[in-house]
């Protein structure tokens, strides 16, 4: 079983007046119709008639304690389950123990909750899971509430309202609104239901400068015999949302949610129901908060309810609203809905932050104020501590915008009871006023050898739990002081830095409102003292590579001027770096393709850092060199695997196609894709085809040089065909374009290698794959253009040198 005090739900009943001297036997068919009917004001006053026949009976002793606490009669109540528990045959109401707990609980009497929780659990723990589970949860809650009200939030205070605004009747759903303050009241009589015992209606009132309330709305909202209660305005104050509540029985309402234009002179028209995917028919919906959120840039309904699909009692649901109008299906807020009672949400835009009231967390008695903030780690929810929370039920927080006014409903010690007799009811509003959080952080930087002030140095302030912010930077030249603004109840890293120094970092927490106004933190920076030793070494061979040019560039500062270092006798190159710095190692030699390799100097690293580098040989840096062919080109549609022909020969012809490729590849696309299609071909001509030429002209005129030196090379060819012709054709088509290749090793400048050739100091292997290598997605049919002209068909029709051995 779950309670919850919500305002639109709380009616207590003048119970009918009894004929005179009634039996026993009426007395408790009254208290039994009324407990059904849940009106507890009357169910409470019959059980206690009934036990002046029989003061010792224990069902009517436990009966008048449930009625008592349903109620809200919780002094009353605790009185009823001790005497249960006392009672000889205490054993027939296991439970009594439990409630008695929860009862002292809502009355602040945690040591004697504890006790009553802990009773309960020795004696029948196992006999229902969910009541010892619960036990167990409310005893570590009275735990947590007693070190709460020994150091409650300091600066935070509440006042009454007074009887201005509040009422012997539940007073509730603040909503403010410049200098006025909207709210809702239980205090109205019905006019349409007058059966006996009366039952009050929900109205909306209107204060201005905290005078005293006057209803309004109802002439526009024409809501005869119905509670009209929980509104709520949008950020542009021209829409307002609120609840339409019917009774159920004496205690109990169900809601749907409408919307109204607010005209300029603050008049609520042509009310709205929202549609039936919201206002589910078989469940209640209510307590509606309106709010903007500028990520989104949507407004969005905040509103509670008990529909199927919740986590248990009342959820906090959530719809978006676009700008025709519309809303989305609702979601739950799973992220901080509890499987007790979650209600009265509001969303504070300027510090995105949440605020509701939950039974689901440890608390300190009744329903408890919670704020909640999206982070990294998911939602932090924070109970807001006493005094805002009492061990009564506290609800409907919210904030002005000008965010230094809010307001509370609570029915705690202090409210204006409905019962006096029984100390019972109801919800009155109260003004909280909440101490600005003003921390100043100080931070002092020192050297950690000498302990004397460290100037130059940059500290970074972060925000644990929003690591997508961005941290506040300040770098400080003349002094080691350092000055942060913070907020509380925050956790924050402070990292400090200084070229030349480690890095050190200190994570802190702000603590809570008027804990602190100044945190100190003082940070000590120790030297780096870091040697990086650059080795370089033969890729192909893995031998030690002596007389290499090393160039040091610092990244993360660019105005420190690269190092420059050439070791004749060595392949070791040194040089001195810092922490928490990125650098760039260039490593050139004759003979050989440069090397790049970036690294970033770890900010905890102490001493030598190791990089190796391994430079190719300028030959061997150029593979896999890649040589595109038009189709079915040298020689089409010959059978012949030679062709007299050079690579050179059918590039050119090749190239100057690429205009006709561009247009037939832009035809197999939209409109709204052609122009990245003419870009994508223009590419492939250019960096792929003619690259290839041109690392070609390179690739053999390094080869000369070597071959010159008396060096000796088997170079391998590997050559493509789309898959357009049979396997067979490419096989040979293959075979022709790697003669083509082998043609241009032979005739390069006139036979300047042919020599070499003759001799065997070259050698040029071929390897043919035709058809079987080229992928599936590429078109083989004859009539398909994409065949031909496309870029992926394109790329298979090519020969690579793909391999060089000495």
Not at 465 to 475: A, F, G, L, R, V
Not at 735 to 748: C, H, L, M, P
Request: aromatic share 12%.
């Amino acid at each position: 079983m779950k309670r919850i005090i919500i305002p639109f739900i709380i009616l207590f009943i003048v119970a009918s007046l009894s004929a005179q001297n009634p039996s026993l036997k009426s007395v408790l068919s009254t208290a039994e119709k009324s407990m059904a009917a849940k009106n507890y004001y009357d169910a409470l006053d019959k059980y206690q008639e009934a036990l002046k026949f029989n003061a010792d009976q224990i069902d009517n002793l436990f009966k008048a304690g449930e009625a008592a606490r349903l109620h809200g009669a919780y002094k009353i109540s605790s009185q009823y389950y001790d005497l249960v528990l006392k009672h000889s045959d205490n054993g027939k109401y296991p439970l009594a123990g439990f409630w008695l707990g929860q009862v002292k609980q809502f009355q602040g009497d945690y040591e004697n909750a504890q006790l009553a929780y802990t009773s309960y659990k020795t004696e029948h723990s196992g006999e229902d899971p969910y009541y010892t589970a619960l036990a167990e949860k409310e005893i570590k809650a009275c735990e947590w509430a007693k070190q709460q009200v020994k150091n409650p939030v300091k600066g935070t205070t509440l006042t009454n309202m007074g009887e201005k605004i509040n009422s012997q009747f539940s007073d509730f759903a603040p909503t403010p609104f410049m200098d006025e303050l909207y709210y809702s009241s239980l205090r109205f009589e019905n006019k349409v239901n007058v059966s006996l015992p009366k039952r009050n209606l929900g109205g909306l009132l209107r204060s201005k400068k905290g005078e005293e309330g006057f209803r309004f709305g109802e002439e526009q909202l024409k809501f005869p015999g119905k509670t009209v209660a929980n509104s709520s305005l949008n950020y542009k104050n021209n829409k307002v949302c609120f609840t339409v509540c019917e009774d159920i029985n004496y205690h109990d309402k169900r809601c749907d949610l409408y919307m109204a234009t607010v005209d300029k002179s603050g008049l609520w028209l042509d009310p709205i129901k929202l549609p039936e995917f919201i206002n589910i028919a078989t469940s209640t919906q209510t307590q509606p908060n309106l709010t903007y959120n500028p990520e989104l840039k949507k407004e969005i309904l905040y509103y509670a309810s008990n529909r199927e699909g919740g986590k248990g009692g009342f959820d906090i649901w959530f719809s978006i609203i676009d700008d025709a109008g519309n809303y989305s299906e609702p979601v739950n807020l799973t992220e901080i809905n509890t499987a007790q009672d979650d209600v009265t949400p509001f969303y504070f835009a300027s510090t995105k932050t949440f605020y509701y009231s939950s039974k689901g967390h440890l608390g300190l008695g009744g329903l408890d104020v919670y704020s909640a903030k999206a982070t990294v780690d998911g939602w932090t929810i924070k109970n807001m501590g006493a005094p805002l929370n009492s061990s009564f039920d506290d609800l409907y927080f919210i904030k002005a915008q000008n965010g230094t006014d809010n307001y509370l409903a609570s029915n705690r010690t202090g409210s204006i009871f409905l019962d006096d007799a029984n100390e019972a009811c109801c919800l009155d509003l109260y003004k909280v006023s909440i101490l600005p959080c003003e921390i100043k952080l100080i931070s002092m930087v020192f050297d950690a050898a000498t302990l004397d002030s460290l100037k130059g140095a940059t500290l970074k302030l972060y925000d644990v739990k929003e690591p997508n912010s961005s941290p506040i930077i300040i770098t400080k030249d003349m002094s080691n002081l350092f000055e942060f603004p913070i907020s509380c109840e925050k956790e924050y890293r402070l990292e400090a830095s200084k070229p030349g120094y480690t890095t050190e970092t200190i994570t802190f927490l702000s603590g809570r409102p008027g804990e602190f106004t100044e945190i100190l933190k003082k940070i000590y920076l120790k030297r780096a003292k870091i040697q990086l030793d650059a080795l370089t070494f033969d890729k192909q061979s893995g031998d030690e590579l002596n007389g290499t040019t090393v160039v040091l560039y610092d990244l993360t500062d660019p105005k420190i001027p690269p190092v420059s270092l050439t070791n004749l006798s060595t392949n070791l190159s040194q040089f001195e770096v810092v922490n928490c710095h990125e650098y760039r190692l260039v490593a050139t030699k004759t003979g050989y393709a440069s090397v790049i390799k970036d690294f970033k100097i770890d900010c905890n690293q102490i001493d030598k850092v190791i990089q190796k580098l391994y430079l190719d040989r300028e030959l061997y840096s150029m593979l896999p060199l890649a040589l595109y062919f038009d189709n079915d080109r040298p020689n089409p549609s010959s059978l012949s695997k030679t062709t007299s022909l050079t690579y050179t020969q059918t590039y050119n012809s090749y190239y100057l196609r690429k205009g006709i490729f561009t247009l037939k590849f832009k035809k197999l696309f939209n409109k709204q894709e052609q122009d990245s299609a003419v870009t994508a071909m223009d590419k492939f001509f250019e960096k792929d085809v003619k690259g290839g030429k041109e690392k070609l002209d390179l690739f053999l005129g390094i080869l000369e040089l070597e071959l010159a030196k008396g060096k000796k090379y088997e170079i391998f060819l590997k050559g493509y065909a789309s898959p357009l012709a049979n396997s067979e054709y490419n096989y040979i088509l293959g075979q022709r374009r790697i003669y083509s290749v082998k043609n241009e090793f032979s005739k390069y400048k006139n036979g300047k290698l042919k020599k070499y050739i003759k001799t065997g100091q070259l050698k040029v292997t071929e390897k043919s794959f035709g058809e079987a290598t080229a992928p599936v997605n590429i078109s083989d049919k004859v009539n398909d253009i994409k065949s031909i002209y496309h870029i992926n068909a394109s790329k298979e029709r090519r020969v690579e040198i793909i391999e060089i051995k000495e």
